[in-house]
């Protein structure tokens, strides 16, 4: 995961330690809404395609697609998730979004955002809760990501974003309609509170 903006103490010293006094990981592993997002991946992705995971964690989904045969490359702000997802055979960049790439570089993009509404005095601001926190609407990192992806997809190309119903699947889907982006649920879980779907964009 990652946030539509870094911290502004992200290259502080004492970020893993924050982590280790609260006795959770640094990088955010996979979890249910991985396996989802790794699942309608791979299975709509064709060997040798281009994709980029953006927000790639622990490299959990990019991996499932290398593992099917397409190029990946993987994105996070946070230098250990760049790590550990190197530490696994992805390549990665440690960038905001997908700022860095031009247009029409992807096949494919994959995104599983930080999606949880959250407000500032709930944050404790470090590199978990940068993979965890989508502000107040949880859009802060959806909303971006939508603005900008069809800029970097590839004629025929499609986005998939994990979305859950505490960020607001049809206001998503809105959004993504203003952006000039086609949105259609691919696959989704149902958890006692969420609902958890894979949205497929592609520009109109």
């Known amino acids: 995961m990652t946030d539509a903006e870094e911290p502004a103490d992200a290259e502080a010293t004492d970020r893993p330690s924050l982590a280790e006094q609260r006795g959770v990981d640094a990088v955010y592993g996979a979890s249910e809404d991985s396996h989802l997002l790794a699942e309608a991946a791979v299975e709509g992705a064709t060997a040798g395609e281009r994709a980029i995971d953006v927000g790639t ?31 696994a055979g992805i390549p990665v960049a440690r960038a905001n979004l997908l700022d860095p790439f031009l247009a029409d570089s992807f096949d494919l993009v994959t995104f599983n955002p930080p999606y949880l509404p959250s407000t500032p005095d709930t944050e404790w601001g470090d590199w978990m809760q940068t993979a965890l926190s989508g502000g107040e609407d949880g859009r802060a990192a959806v909303d971006p990501f939508l603005a900008d992806v069809g800029r970097v997809l590839e004629d025929g190309g499609r986005a998939l974003l994990l979305v859950s119903s505490l960020t607001g699947i049809e206001a998503v889907q809105e959004y993504a309609t203003a952006q000039g982006l086609e949105s259609s649920i691919v696959a989704e879980e149902s958890f006692p509170f969420e609902r958890l779907v894979v949205l497929r964009c592609v520009p109109r």
């Open 57 to 87: 964690g622990s490299g959990y989904v990019a991996s499932a697609l290398a593992e099917a045969g397409v190029e990946v490359v993987g994105t996070d702000l946070n230098p250990a998730a760049c790590q550990q997802a190197r530490d």
